[in-house]
């Protein structure tokens, strides 16, 4: 069993480049998630999925799209890449999302390192 | 502003020492609080999850507790290993209308030398 597969695992892109970070799910969990993680700053939710065909903006969606066709891909997107969204991303999911009281534990992928230069 | 502020930033321990890092949060209202071990270059993994009546869970060698009261929580790393170097990572969840929502401090970088 996989979990969680993040691809690529990092890359270097040109600013003003788009970029698609991908990541899969094998565990059929309804939520997923997109977070960065920057030195010294906890992560931050970018955007977020409850169930596939929804998706919800998290705390810094800016410069970044999701989509969610289907239960086990949530990729993100960088439309064009600015300096400032050099980091590392995480993709998570969960069995459902956010609802009152949700106790899910989130299980995290491996991470994607991504410079803007 | 809801926060989540962990301490110390980094420690050194000896092999077979014991250690607690502590987690502040200003969260509310308050839904669960979790302790995440992240290991350099992989995401993070789950310890424990704590709802506000629970003040004590372990996980083996890891003990979290948590003061709903004084909005604190410790992790408490028993006989520590050259395994447990790694970043531990305090999270709390607190209820929107929306849903929940999930904050993350900043984490503590814990190094174990033989």
């Known amino acids: 069993i996989a979990g969680i597969t993040q691809a690529p695992t990092s890359q270097i892109l040109a600013a003003g480049r788009r970029m698609t970070l991908r990541c899969t799910q094998d565990m059929r969990h309804n939520a997923m998630y997109w977070y960065r993680q920057d030195l010294g700053l906890g992560l931050r939710l970018i955007h977020y999925s409850n169930t596939a065909g929804t998706t919800g903006k998290g705390e810094v969606p800016d410069g970044y799209s999701v989509s969610r066709a289907n239960t086990d891909d949530f990729p993100l997107t960088l439309a064009s890449a600015v300096p400032s969204q050099t980091s590392v991303y995480f993709c998570a999911s969960s069995d459902s999302g956010t609802g009152l009281g949700a106790y899910n534990e989130q299980f995290f992928g491996p991470g994607t390192r991504l410079t803007v230069l | ?114």
């Open chain 2, 1 to 114: 502003k809801n926060q989540v502020e962990q301490s110390p930033q980094s420690l050194i321990i000896l092999e077979g020492k014991n250690c607690t890092l502590q987690c502040n949060y200003t969260v509310s209202p308050f839904s669960n609080l979790r302790w995440y071990k992240q290991d350099t270059g992989r995401g993070p993994v789950s310890l424990t999850i704590m709802t506000f009546s629970e003040n004590t869970k372990s996980n083996g060698r890891y003990t979290a507790t948590l003061d709903a009261d004084t909005k604190q929580s410790s992790l408490h790393i028993t006989a520590s290993q050259l395994s447990d170097s790694a970043s531990y990572i305090c999270v709390v969840s607190f209820i929107k209308a929306a849903g929940n929502k999930l904050t993350f401090g900043g984490g503590t970088r814990v190094l174990v030398k033989p």
